[in-house]
């Protein structure tokens, strides 16, 4: 059964900007990843969008297109790349020093990287405490520095011919801060930038100036970004959707794929300790204290919203949860991830689970960039503003309206956006209550 389509949606006409904050680890796989499947010279795996199938309709009519036929989305092919970086080096350069990719993808993407130079970046050592950039942009307040960054966009725009534009940020993460005065309001933040206030960090003035640009924001890292009643008062106002925080990789994305199943089958846990080892610029960015405990929030906030202990007293009450990240030069990108899961069963009698995750972050994190451009643009397309819930699948602290906890659980994110397509396309959202098949 379909429906009228609840919004207006634009053709994907034209080419999509994307503009990336940093182009570290993580952008430049992105933009070699692009190339290559661009190229015929790999497929675009672990990307939704590219990959995903949709079922429509019930069970028995085998409808299952493929999500990007089904949606209009922009081509991978009308992409056009920019970025932002705090050091002067062109993508192919610093994918060379971020050692993600081996020596033949690298040197295939070669052209490709080496055409994005990035801009210069607004950057504040304060907030990102192992850095020491060079190519910085200077101004007397960060009001002057938000203008720099809307003219950047605005540039972009004149010089690549790109109909429309995205921003991720992409940039390490920000010493934690909680939300203060400053971030309540958008005259509050205003004012702030006029006056250069000290709580005004860099993703902060980053998001200010897509916001303003009407462009619309996803926060790959845990920092508060676009996350402050300011900024989101300020995207509803903007028609101007955006979401965060946190790319959902790596142990996250482990932990939101198993607890689910723990408390599906009512199986008690009293304790899980995760630690990681990894040698990536991320993982010296990290190794501060400021920046972990912005990761160490938006880890560790994961099982507590899944198991819900309040809910579950017997199961959960005594859970014993610890995330560590060391900073280890040798491995590189490729990071180690161990859990030990602590659970119970039936009788009380405990078991455990030992978890050896040989991953790579940035190859993980890689289509979630590809998808929530794509995704972000189609949403701006079909109206949307403000938070996009939907798009939680990407995120380990996704952002939620205010008063609602986030959900962590993977499998009802996944059907959380995959319903929010049905609906924004005028489809039936599937329920699995299956009264179609059975007499009931
Ligand atoms: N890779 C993953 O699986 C994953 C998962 C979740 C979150 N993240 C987060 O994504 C971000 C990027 O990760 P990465 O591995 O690419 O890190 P990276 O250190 O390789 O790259 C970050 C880049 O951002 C630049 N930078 C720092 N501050 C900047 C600023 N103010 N403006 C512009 N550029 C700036 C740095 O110079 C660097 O080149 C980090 O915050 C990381 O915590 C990564």
Known sequence: MTHEK??????????????????????????AGLDAIKAGRTKPFGSLTQMGTIRLGKRTEHNN?????????????????????????????????AGVLNVTDLEAARPALE????????????????????????????????NQLIEDIENFKKTSGVTRVVMIWCAST???????????????????????????????IYAYAAI???????NGAPNLAVDTPALQELANEHRVPICGKDFKTGQTLMKTILAPGFRSRMLGVNGWFSTNILGNRDGEVLDDPGSFKSKEESKLSVLDTILQPELNKDLYGDLYHKVRINYYPPRGDAKEGWDNIDIFGWMGYPMQIKIDFLCRDSILAAPLVLDLALFLDFAKRSELRGIQEWLSYYFKSPMVAEGLYPEHNLFIQEMKLKNTLRYLMGEEPITHLGTEYYNM
């Open 6 to 31: 609840p919004h207006k949606i634009e053709a994907a006409e034209g080419k999509l900007g994307v503009m990336l904050v940093g182009l570290g680890a993580i952008s430049t796989t992105v933009i």
């Open 65 to 97: 297109p493929a999500i990007k036929e089904f949606v209009p989305l922009a081509n991978m092919e009308d992409m056009e790349i920019a970025a932002w970086d705090i050091f002067e080096d062109d993508a192919y350069t610093a994918a060379k020093k």
């Open 115 to 146: 055409k994005i130079k990035p801009l210069k970046a607004v950057f504040d050592r304060e907030w990102v405490k192992k850095l020491d950039g060079t190519y910085i942009k200077q101004g007397n307040t960060k009001r002057e520095l938000a």
């Open 174 to 204: 920000e010493v934690f801060t909680p939300p203060e005065e400053v971030h309540k309001t958008i005259a509050n933040f205003e004012k702030g930038l006029d006056d250069s206030h000290v709580k005004i960090s860099p993703s902060m």
């Open 212 to 218: 303003k640009s009407g462009v619309p924001y996803a």
